[in-house]
């Protein structure tokens, strides 16, 4: 039984090597591969050796490590134990591929092995991840212990993560069998009434976070995290959790060896359990087998329904009634709002955001009564990161314009239009979408400028209304300019940007990955040059006539400088809009051209 | 009416297409055939404007399709093989989608007959993802009619359609056609082409082999014998050796301006016999048959017609 299972498992992973060595003969996948293995190399494995490498962080305690962790296990199993039990029919399932059930399912083989063999292919894959985990965390210089104790407490962790899922839907199905659906609603509004009692908890026991203080903010917040923890849920109901985040916390060998047995007691409750329970799983197992052998011929051939993962698409309303006549971009704008109202819905965005801030303002209220001042800095500082992650990875995400279409391109070149008007309608929807969510960053950033945070003074008010208004104005065009190098990426290379959305795994596939987004950041950097040293000429130029203005007339010098700089900004603003404009409708002239000329079927032949 | 000379497609160094030229009028339905990897879909793909072609000319209702790609694709619909739909939107959202692509003000009140003839009205609401793949293919019909094409171009129209809707889809052709629409069909269903097709184009290898009326290409092959199948024809006209038709005259020059019957008959004059050409497709490989032209047609009252379909 184990022969043949590792017999299936090396020759699947020799089989797959020589796949993917075979594509390196190509030179995109070649050049991929070598971006990607440097990339390894540089961020995982140069820092193996390195014993003091990376920030010089204060090192966190294995107490508080292991209370923090074991929290957030905690939080894991309670979402999976929600899950194992909201199913519509608690059917008992394991992962088994299509070819598994047709092979082994007839095979004469029994329950018990069957689930042994599940449980020994799904350690391959834990002990894979284990060593993915091992190489991301002993990067980490605030960690106590090595390599050898992060890969087996990381293995220890994620193996009762899969067992305590198999033996929660084990019993969830039992349960289902001898009580009836009326216990696993039951069930559910049970682990909603704990999940309350946990949050009140932590409410009620909330206490201002220590100072920001360089380099021990890691080991001051996850001491501090621990005592609240402590404090809101006592060690008692922390307990088993902790033991089993306890070996990857230990410090020393000797406390990895006292560690590990008691991490181990929860796993082997869960084994027993799915060994134990005598549960049917072959109809579950065969119908998620089947589930998933579509999903993959979907992600296979780019469908939308297996890139964004096995959801179900539905009929979704119209954004807004579409006449028969006028703007044909239009049509696109719609189409594309239909099709991504699949995984967003700006209904539930509104609630997550409120929700959301309401709880962290009046966290903030509880714990730091103060002005709205001292929370100006974090704002901008957040707002900041928020808006450079969204200008980088945004138009690599977001990608419901041409990209997603790229295998309807026949039936798009088909349709009575000038490419550039398909290629500049196909990008509307990603362009609102990203504006949407820079307004709202531009929109925090204005609430700090203007909430008596004194660095921001420095200002006068209407440069800085002046200011917000020509950075609202500029968001548009700019993300525009973003979304072509992508869509260009994909139009020149569409084999290679198909590649990148069907196939998951390889180092190439990391690599091209990376090579689109360094390459896409440097494109709009050159892109926006232009229009940044213009606007900074415009901007010089500028202070320098008010100066000579000022000393011409010196009365009333503060409301002339204000209006100075309003004017400079202004004048930038026109500059900028005036280059990244041209430089935008260059772009999607050029792309339209491109698409008219392309020829899909024959750019895909492997 | 569609117009193609010296039409040719390259992909690098491999012509798929070789000088083709054939002319479609306002009623007259083509029947593109070939064996497999002929060139029939990248002559299909190139005429509706969807992949660039290498050289030649092509005028779709009187648009070039080079010149003004626009204006002509607007006078066109191109049904695919393999029916190509937006996953997220449902029946009626592809046919308002696309009613906007081609300014179609009043769709709707052209939308729901299509569909009622279609037989999709109570699939309306669904997704692509709900329906089978002859539904799917009867939207696609639904999405390209919208707009009331002058040119139409079908690529294995009939693939995964039921008896009942291949009998309603070759209606609908032959319909349409007759309303004044020129069609070019492409299928290996050689009945469909017996019973819908005015005239027939056979290509091999990107190259014409033969072109006319039914009546004229049973005749160049049948070698003087009655009750030959189309089949048979087809399979002479593209056996190895056979003969490729060189750039000539196109057959249906004066047989094309007359009315002509579903089996590519003219009623009125008849068409004159071609002599048979070789007595069997093998022989006739370095024989040139003789080509129908305004010069070389027969006297059609004293000859009688070829057999076109199995007695």
Same mark, same amino acid.
């Given at each position: 039984?184990?022969?043949?299972?590792?017999?299936?498992?090396?020759?699947?992973?020799?089989?797959?090597?020589?796949?993917?060595?075979?594509?390196?003969?190509?030179?995109?996948?070649?050049?991929?591969?070598?971006?990607?293995?440097?990339?390894?190399?540089?961020?995982?494995?140069?820092?193996?050796?390195?014993?003091?490498?990376?920030?010089?962080?204060?090192?966190?305690?294995?107490?508080?490590?292991?209370?923090?962790?074991?929290?957030?296990?905690?939080?894991?199993?309670?979402?999976?134990?929600?899950?194992?039990?909201?199913?519509?029919?608690?059917?008992?399932?394991?992962?088994?591929?299509?070819?598994?059930?047709?092979?082994?399912?007839?095979?004469?083989?029994?329950?018990?092995?069957?689930?042994?063999?599940?449980?020994?292919?799904?350690?391959?894959?834990?002990?894979?991840?284990?060593?993915?985990?091992?190489?991301?965390?002993?990067?980490?210089?605030?960690?106590?212990?090595?390599?050898?104790?992060?890969?087996?407490?990381?293995?220890?962790?994620?193996?009762?993560?899969?067992?305590?899922?198999?033996?929660?839907?084990?019993?969830?199905?039992?349960?289902?069998?001898?009580?009836?659906?009326?216990?696993?609603?039951?069930?559910?509004?049970?682990?909603?009434?704990?999940?309350?009692?946990?949050?009140?908890?932590?409410?009620?026991?909330?206490?201002?976070?220590?100072?920001?203080?360089?380099?021990?903010?890691?080991?001051?917040?996850?001491?501090?995290?621990?005592?609240?923890?402590?404090?809101?849920?006592?060690?008692?109901?922390?307990?088993?959790?902790?033991?089993?985040?306890?070996?990857?916390?230990?410090?020393?060998?000797?406390?990895?060896?006292?560690?590990?047995?008691?991490?181990?007691?929860?796993?082997?409750?869960?084994?027993?359990?799915?060994?134990?329970?005598?549960?049917?799983?072959?109809?579950?197992?065969?119908?998620?087998?089947?589930?998933?052998?579509?999903?993959?011929?979907?992600?296979?051939?780019?469908?939308?329904?297996?890139?964004?993962?096995?959801?179900?698409?539905?009929?979704?309303?119209?954004?807004?009634?579409?006449?028969?006549?006028?703007?044909?971009?239009?049509?696109?704008?719609?189409?594309?709002?239909?099709?991504?109202?699949?995984?967003?819905?700006?209904?539930?965005?509104?609630?997550?955001?409120?929700?959301?801030?309401?709880?962290?303002?009046?966290?903030?209220?509880?714990?730091?009564?103060?002005?709205?001042?001292?929370?100006?800095?974090?704002?901008?500082?957040?707002?900041?990161?928020?808006?450079?992650?969204?200008?980088?990875?945004?138009?690599?995400?977001?990608?419901?314009?041409?990209?997603?279409?790229?295998?309807?391109?026949?039936?798009?070149?088909?349709?009575?239009?000038?490419?550039?008007?398909?290629?500049?309608?196909?990008?509307?929807?990603?362009?609102?979408?990203?504006?949407?969510?820079?307004?709202?960053?531009?929109?925090?950033?204005?609430?700090?400028?203007?909430?008596?945070?004194?660095?921001?003074?420095?200002?006068?008010?209407?440069?800085?209304?002046?200011?917000?208004?020509?950075?609202?104005?500029?968001?548009?065009?700019?993300?525009?300019?973003?979304?072509?190098?992508?869509?260009?990426?994909?139009?020149?290379?569409?084999?290679?940007?198909?590649?990148?959305?069907?196939?998951?795994?390889?180092?190439?596939?990391?690599?091209?990955?990376?090579?689109?987004?360094?390459?896409?950041?440097?494109?709009?950097?050159?892109?926006?040059?232009?229009?940044?040293?213009?606007?900074?000429?415009?901007?010089?130029?500028?202070?320098?006539?008010?100066?000579?203005?000022?000393?011409?007339?010196?009365?009333?010098?503060?409301?002339?400088?204000?209006?100075?700089?309003?004017?400079?900004?202004?004048?930038?603003?026109?500059?900028?809009?005036?280059?990244?404009?041209?430089?935008?409708?260059? %772009?999607?002239?050029?792309? %339209?051209?491109?698409?008219?000329?392309?020829?899909?079927?024959?750019?895909?032949?492997? | 009416?569609?117009?193609?000379?010296?039409?040719?497609?390259?992909?690098?160094?491999?012509?798929?297409?070789?000088?083709?030229?054939?002319?479609?009028?306002?009623?007259?339905?083509?029947?593109?055939?070939?064996?497999?990897?002929?060139?029939?879909?990248?002559?299909?793909?190139?005429?509706?404007?969807?992949?660039?072609?290498?050289?030649?000319?092509?005028?779709?209702?009187?648009?070039?399709?080079?010149?003004?790609?626009?204006?002509?694709?607007?006078?066109?619909?191109?049904?695919?093989?393999?029916?190509?739909?937006?996953?997220?939107?449902?029946?009626?959202?592809?046919?308002?989608?696309?009613?906007?692509?081609?300014?179609?003000?009043?769709?709707?009140?052209?939308?729901?007959?299509?569909?009622?003839?279609?037989?999709?009205?109570?699939?309306?609401?669904?997704?692509?993802?709900?329906?089978?793949?002859?539904?799917?293919?009867?939207?696609?019909?639904?999405?390209?009619?919208?707009?009331?094409?002058?040119?139409?171009?079908?690529?294995?129209?009939?693939?995964?359609?039921?008896?009942?809707?291949?009998?309603?889809?070759?209606?609908?052709?032959?319909?349409?056609?007759?309303?004044?629409?020129?069609?070019?069909?492409?299928?290996?269903?050689?009945?469909?082409?017996?019973?819908?097709?005015?005239?027939?184009?056979?290509?091999?290898?990107?190259?014409?082999?033969?072109?006319?009326?039914?009546?004229?290409?049973?005749?160049?092959?049948?070698?003087?014998?009655?009750?030959?199948?189309?089949?048979?024809?087809?399979?002479?006209?593209?056996?190895?050796?056979?003969?490729?038709?060189?750039?000539?005259?196109?057959?249906?020059?004066?047989?094309?301006?007359?009315?002509?019957?579903?089996?590519?008959?003219?009623?009125?004059?008849?068409?004159?016999?071609?002599?048979?050409?070789?007595?069997?497709?093998?022989?006739?490989?370095?024989?040139?048959?003789?080509?129908?032209?305004?010069?070389?047609?027969?006297?059609?009252?004293?000859?009688?017609?070829?057999?076109?379909?199995?007695?």
């Amino acid at each position: 039984m184990i022969r043949a299972l590792l017999y299936l498992r090396s020759v699947s992973l020799r089989n797959r090597i020589a796949g993917a060595a075979r594509r390196l003969r190509q030179p995109k996948y070649l050049a991929s591969f070598v971006v990607g293995a440097l990339y390894c190399y540089f961020f995982f494995l140069r820092r193996m050796h390195l014993t003091s490498g990376g920030l010089p962080l204060a090192a966190i305690t294995p107490a508080a490590l292991a209370t923090v962790g074991g929290a957030l296990l905690l939080i894991a199993l309670l979402a999976r134990t929600a899950l194992a039990w909201n199913a519509s029919s608690a059917e008992a399932r394991l992962k088994f591929s299509d070819a598994e059930v047709a092979f082994l399912f007839p095979a004469p083989l029994s329950r018990r092995r069957l689930i042994h063999f599940h449980l020994l292919g799904s350690q391959l894959s834990i002990l894979l991840t284990s060593v993915a985990f091992t190489l991301l965390t002993n990067r980490w210089s605030f960690l106590g212990g090595n390599a050898l104790t992060h890969a087996v407490g990381w293995w220890i962790i994620l193996s009762t993560f899969s067992l305590f899922g198999n033996a929660m839907n084990f019993v969830a199905s039992r349960t289902q069998q001898l009580f009836g659906s009326g216990l696993r609603r039951r069930v559910l509004t049970g682990l909603l009434v704990l999940t309350f009692i946990l949050v009140r908890a932590l409410w009620k026991t909330a206490q201002p976070p220590p100072d920001f203080v360089p380099g021990d903010f890691v080991s001051g917040y996850a001491g501090y995290m621990a005592a609240w923890l402590q404090s809101a849920l006592g060690s008692g109901v922390l307990l088993i959790f902790r033991w089993i985040v306890a070996p990857f916390a230990a410090p020393t060998i000797h406390a990895f060896a006292l560690a590990v047995g008691p991490a181990l007691l929860l796993p082997a409750i869960c084994y027993a359990a799915v060994i134990l329970l005598e549960v049917p799983f072959r109809e579950g197992s065969m119908a998620s087998a089947q589930r998933r052998a579509e999903f993959v011929a979907a992600r296979r051939t780019g469908s939308p329904s297996g890139v964004r993962g096995a959801v179900k698409l539905r009929a979704r309303k119209s954004p807004f009634q579409l006449r028969g006549q006028g703007r044909p971009e239009m049509a696109f704008l719609w189409k594309n709002l239909i099709g991504i109202q699949s995984w967003f819905n700006w209904r539930i965005l509104a609630i997550l955001l409120g929700t959301g801030a309401f709880f962290i303002l009046t966290l903030l209220r509880k714990t730091h009564p103060t002005t709205a001042a001292a929370y100006a800095p974090l704002v901008l500082i957040t707002a900041a990161f928020a808006a450079f992650y969204v200008m980088l990875l945004g138009p690599q995400l977001v990608r419901q314009d041409l990209r997603s279409d790229l295998l309807n391109a026949d039936l798009l070149k088909g349709y009575p239009l000038p490419g550039w008007q398909i290629v500049f309608g196909q990008m509307l929807t990603p362009a609102i979408l990203l504006t949407g969510m820079l307004w709202l960053l531009a929109l925090a950033v204005g609430w700090a400028a203007f909430s008596g945070y004194s660095a921001a003074e420095v200002f006068s008010a209407g440069t800085r209304l002046t200011l917000l208004g020509c950075i609202g104005i500029v968001i548009p065009p700019v993300v525009i300019l973003q979304l072509v190098v992508p869509n260009a990426a994909a139009l020149l290379f569409p084999a290679w940007h198909q590649t990148t959305r069907t196939r998951a795994g390889g180092v190439e596939a990391m690599g091209q990955r990376l090579i689109f987004t360094l390459g896409q950041f440097l494109m709009v950097a050159i892109a926006l040059l232009p229009a940044v040293v213009v606007a900074a000429l415009v901007v010089l130029a500028s202070n320098g006539w008010s100066y000579i203005l000022a000393a011409a007339n010196s009365a009333d010098g503060a409301s002339a400088d204000s209006a100075h700089h309003s004017v400079a900004l202004i004048l930038a603003t026109i500059c900028v809009l005036g280059i990244v404009l041209g430089e935008v409708g260059v %772009g999607i002239w050029w792309l %339209g051209k491109r698409f008219e000329r392309l020829d899909i079927a024959s750019e895909l032949k492997p | 009416m569609i117009e193609v000379q010296g039409l040719t497609k390259r992909y690098g160094t491999f012509t798929a297409v070789q000088d083709l030229s054939f002319t479609v009028r306002p009623g007259e339905v083509l029947g593109l055939v070939g064996p497999n990897g002929a060139g029939k879909t990248s002559t299909l793909r190139s005429l509706a404007g969807i992949i660039p072609f290498s050289s030649g000319s092509v005028s779709i209702a009187g648009n070039d399709l080079a010149a003004d790609p626009v204006a002509a694709k607007r006078r066109l619909a191109f049904f695919p093989d393999e029916p190509r739909l937006f996953d997220y939107l449902t029946v009626r959202q592809h046919l308002a989608f696309v009613a906007r692509i081609y300014g179609v003000a009043d769709y709707e009140s052209r939308a729901q007959p299509l569909l009622e003839e279609l037989e999709i009205a109570d699939k309306a609401d669904l997704l692509p993802g709900e329906l089978s793949r002859g539904m799917k293919q009867k939207l696609v019909i639904a999405c390209g009619l919208l707009h009331e094409p002058s040119v139409m171009f079908f690529d294995e129209p009939l693939t995964g359609l039921d008896p009942l809707g291949i009998r309603r889809m070759k209606d609908s052709i032959m319909r349409r056609a007759q309303a004044g629409a020129a069609v070019v069909l492409s299928s290996h269903l050689l009945h469909l082409l017996q019973e819908v097709c005015t005239h027939v184009l056979i290509v091999k290898q990107g190259q014409k082999i033969a072109h006319g009326t039914l009546a004229e290409v049973v005749a160049r092959y049948s070698g003087g014998q009655l009750g030959v199948s189309l089949e048979e024809i087809f399979l002479r006209a593209t056996a190895d050796g056979s003969p490729v038709e060189a750039a000539s005259p196109p057959l249906i020059s004066t047989a094309a301006a007359q009315p002509q019957t579903p089996l590519g008959l003219c009623p009125e004059s008849g068409e004159p016999p071609l002599p048979p050409p070789n007595p069997s497709a093998e022989s006739s490989a370095n024989a040139e048959p003789p080509l129908l032209s305004p010069e070389s047609g027969g006297d059609a009252a004293s000859t009688p017609e070829p057999p076109l379909l199995p007695q």
